[in-house]
C-alpha cells in the first residue's frame, strides 16, 4: 500500500485532483466529506457541538449550519481549535477504519485539508500538494463559492502559508488554469505513484 497525503489551500482545487487520481484508481480517503458524516443529526459529534456552541448552531431541519459554525471558529483560533478538538478524533477513527478496508496493492489517497497545519507529513509516504496563487484562490472562493470577501479571507488565513504547505511536498500539482491542465497533471502525478508503489 502506498499512502499519499493530498493537500492544498481553501480553493486550490484540491477535491478535483482527488476526484481525478480517484478515477485513474486510486482509493480516495475524503478527510472532510468524512468530517460532514460524523456531525451528521443523532451523531455523538453533533451532540458535543451543540453543547459546546450552542442550538443557535443548528438549522431548523437539525443539521449543523455549517456557514454559521463556519463563521464563528474561522474568526477565533481559541474556538476553532475547540470544533477540532470534538471533530479530529472522529474523523481519525473513520480514517482507519477505511484504510483497513484497502487492498493490500492500494494507492491511497488521503484527501486532507489541515496536512501541514497539523503537521501530519510524516504519516504519509508521499505528499501532494494542490497549489495555486492566493488571489487565484479568493477568486475561486467568492465567484465559485459564493463567499464574500471577508470570509474567504479569513479562511485562507486560518490555513497554513502557502510556503508551509510547499515546504512538506514531495510532488506539487501547479493548479491555477483550466481544468484541462488539471486533467493532464493528474495523469503524470498517477504515473509516478505507481512507479513509486512498486519501487517499495
Known amino acids: 500500500m502506498l499512502k499519499v497525503g493530498l493537500t492544498g489551500g481553501i480553493g486550490s482545487g484540491k477535491s478535483e485532483a482527488a476526484r481525478r487520481l480517484g478515477a485513474l484508481g486510486a482509493v480516495v480517503i ?3 466529506k468524512i468530517a460532514r458524516e460524523v456531525v451528521e443529526p ?4 453533533l451532540a458535543l457541538i451543540v453543547d459546546e456552541f450552542g442550538p443557535e448552531m443548528l438549522r431548523p431541519d437539525g443539521a449543523l449550519d455549517r456557514e454559521k459554525l463556519g463563521r464563528v471558529v474561522f474568526a477565533d483560533p481559541e474556538r476553532l481549535a475547540r470544533l477540532n478538538a470534538i471533530v479530529h478524533p472522529r474523523v481519525g477513527e473513520r480514517v482507519a477504519e477505511l484504510q483497513r478496508q484497502a487492498p493490500e496493492d492500494a494507492v491511497v ?12 507529513a510524516p504519516m504519509y509516504d508521499v505528499v501532494i500538494v494542490v497549489d495555486a ?24 488565513k486560518a490555513q497554513a502559508t502557502r510556503e508551509d504547505r510547499l ?4 510532488i506539487v500539482i501547479p493548479n491555477e488554469g483550466p481544468l484541462d491542465e488539471l486533467d ?15 519501487a517499495r
Do not use: F, K
Request: hydrophobic content about 40%; proline content about 3%.
Open 30 to 32: 475524503d478527510a472532510d
Open 42 to 45: 443523532g451523531t455523538s459529534g
Open 133 to 156: 496563487p492566493d488571489d487565484v484562490r479568493l477568486s475561486r472562493l467568492t465567484t465559485l463559492r459564493g463567499m464574500t470577501e471577508d470570509d474567504a479571507l479569513a479562511r485562507i
Open 109 to 120: 489517497v488521503y484527501d486532507v485539508p489541515l496536512l501541514a497545519e497539523n503537521g501530519l
Open 184 to 198: 493532464a497533471r493528474a495523469g503524470e502525478v498517477w504515473q509516478s505513484l505507481l512507479s513509486r508503489r512498486e
Open 167 to 170: 515546504a512538506v511536498a514531495d
